[in-house]
Protein backbone atom coordinates (compact mmCIF):
# COMPACT_ATOMS: atom_id res chain seq x y z
CA UNK A 1 0.00 0.00 0.00
CA UNK A 2 1.61 3.52 -1.01
CA UNK A 3 1.60 5.46 2.18
CA UNK A 4 0.94 8.84 0.27
CA UNK A 5 -1.95 9.61 -2.32
CA UNK A 6 -2.14 13.12 -4.05
CA UNK A 7 -5.40 14.62 -5.12
CA UNK A 8 -6.83 17.60 -6.40
CA UNK A 9 -4.90 18.25 -10.29
CA UNK A 10 -6.55 19.52 -13.10
CA UNK A 11 -6.70 21.95 -16.07
CA UNK A 12 -6.94 25.39 -14.98
CA UNK A 13 -6.45 28.79 -16.84
CA UNK A 14 -3.68 31.23 -16.08
CA UNK A 15 -4.29 33.38 -13.11
CA UNK A 16 -6.93 30.54 -11.45
CA UNK A 17 -6.03 28.27 -8.13
CA UNK A 18 -6.19 24.89 -7.38
CA UNK A 19 -5.97 22.97 -4.11
CA UNK A 20 -3.63 19.98 -4.11
CA UNK A 21 -4.41 17.48 -1.36
CA UNK A 22 -1.33 14.11 0.18
CA UNK A 23 -3.18 12.01 2.53
CA UNK A 24 -0.32 10.45 4.66
CA UNK A 25 -1.49 6.64 5.61
CA UNK A 26 0.12 3.17 6.18
CA UNK A 27 0.30 1.06 9.28
CA UNK A 28 4.01 1.43 9.86
CA UNK A 29 4.69 4.46 7.87
CA UNK A 30 6.33 7.70 10.16
CA UNK A 31 6.91 10.81 8.73
CA UNK A 32 8.58 14.02 10.12
CA UNK A 33 8.60 16.40 7.18
CA UNK A 34 6.59 16.16 4.16
CA UNK A 35 7.44 18.12 0.52
CA UNK A 36 6.06 18.94 -3.05
CA UNK A 37 7.75 18.77 -5.49
CA UNK A 38 6.64 19.13 -9.28
CA UNK A 39 8.57 17.17 -12.68
CA UNK A 40 7.28 19.21 -16.07
CA UNK A 41 8.14 17.32 -19.58
CA UNK A 42 11.65 17.04 -20.26
CA UNK A 43 12.70 18.57 -16.90
CA UNK A 44 14.26 16.93 -13.64
CA UNK A 45 12.00 16.79 -10.38
CA UNK A 46 11.95 19.78 -8.54
CA UNK A 47 11.46 21.26 -4.91
CA UNK A 48 8.24 23.31 -4.84
CA UNK A 49 7.72 23.64 -1.09
CA UNK A 50 7.97 21.45 2.64
CA UNK A 51 6.81 22.01 5.76
CA UNK A 52 7.72 19.49 9.61
CA UNK A 53 4.45 18.08 10.99
CA UNK A 54 5.84 19.72 14.19
CA UNK A 55 6.93 23.08 12.99
CA UNK A 56 4.85 26.16 11.42
CA UNK A 57 7.96 26.72 9.52
CA UNK A 58 7.56 26.40 5.65
CA UNK A 59 9.78 26.47 2.82
CA UNK A 60 8.95 27.57 -0.81
CA UNK A 61 11.06 27.29 -4.11
CA UNK A 62 11.57 30.92 -5.59
CA UNK A 63 9.43 30.48 -8.34
CA UNK A 64 6.51 29.85 -6.19
CA UNK A 65 6.97 32.60 -3.55
CA UNK A 66 4.22 34.49 -2.68
CA UNK A 67 2.03 32.48 -4.94
CA UNK A 68 1.87 28.67 -3.54
CA UNK A 69 1.03 27.94 0.38
CA UNK A 70 1.90 24.91 2.19
CA UNK A 71 -0.44 23.54 5.30
CA UNK A 72 -1.25 20.85 7.05
CA UNK A 73 -3.82 19.10 9.03
CA UNK A 74 -2.10 16.99 11.47
CA UNK A 75 -5.29 15.16 12.89
CA UNK A 76 -5.98 14.23 9.32
CA UNK A 77 -2.39 13.44 8.18
CA UNK A 78 -2.80 15.88 5.31
CA UNK A 79 -0.63 18.17 3.53
CA UNK A 80 -2.16 20.83 1.19
CA UNK A 81 -0.98 22.78 -1.66
CA UNK A 82 -3.24 26.13 -2.59
CA UNK A 83 -1.36 27.51 -5.62
CA UNK A 84 -2.91 30.76 -6.77
CA UNK A 85 -1.76 33.01 -9.87
CA UNK A 86 -1.02 29.98 -11.98
CA UNK A 87 1.06 30.37 -14.63
CA UNK A 88 1.71 28.21 -17.53
CA UNK A 89 5.34 27.47 -16.18
CA UNK A 90 3.68 25.76 -13.48
CA UNK A 91 2.42 23.03 -15.51
CA UNK A 92 3.59 19.92 -14.16
CA UNK A 93 2.77 16.60 -12.56
CA UNK A 94 2.75 17.36 -8.73
CA UNK A 95 4.43 14.75 -6.24
CA UNK A 96 4.03 15.06 -2.26
CA UNK A 97 7.29 13.21 -0.82
CA UNK A 98 7.47 12.43 2.97
CA UNK A 99 10.91 12.48 5.20
CA UNK A 100 11.43 10.00 7.61
CA UNK A 101 13.88 11.27 9.88
CA UNK A 102 14.60 14.61 10.95
CA UNK A 103 16.89 16.67 8.21
CA UNK A 104 18.30 20.18 8.15
CA UNK A 105 16.51 22.54 6.34
CA UNK A 106 18.56 22.86 3.21
CA UNK A 107 17.75 19.08 2.76
CA UNK A 108 14.13 19.69 2.90
CA UNK A 109 14.83 20.93 -0.49
CA UNK A 110 16.41 17.95 -1.70
CA UNK A 111 15.03 14.47 -3.65
CA UNK A 112 17.31 12.65 -2.71
CA UNK A 113 16.40 12.77 1.96
CA UNK A 114 12.58 12.32 0.98
CA UNK A 115 11.81 8.27 1.50
CA UNK A 116 8.23 7.85 0.27
CA UNK A 117 6.71 8.95 -2.76
CA UNK A 118 2.99 9.70 -3.85
CA UNK A 119 1.84 8.14 -7.69
CA UNK A 120 1.68 12.06 -8.43
CA UNK A 121 -1.55 14.47 -10.04
CA UNK A 122 -1.28 16.50 -12.90
CA UNK A 123 -1.62 19.80 -13.10
CA UNK A 124 -2.14 21.99 -16.22
CA UNK A 125 -2.46 25.82 -16.97
CA UNK A 126 -3.58 26.69 -19.87
CA UNK A 127 -2.54 30.53 -21.44
Known amino acids: QVPLVESGGGLVQAGGSLRLSCIASGRTFSSYAMGWFRQAPGKEREFVAA????????YYADSVKGRFTISRDNAKITVYLQMNSLEPEDTAVYYC????????????????????WGQGTQVTVSS
Open 51 to 58: TRWSSTST
Open 97 to 116: ASQSDFHYDSELRERAYYDY
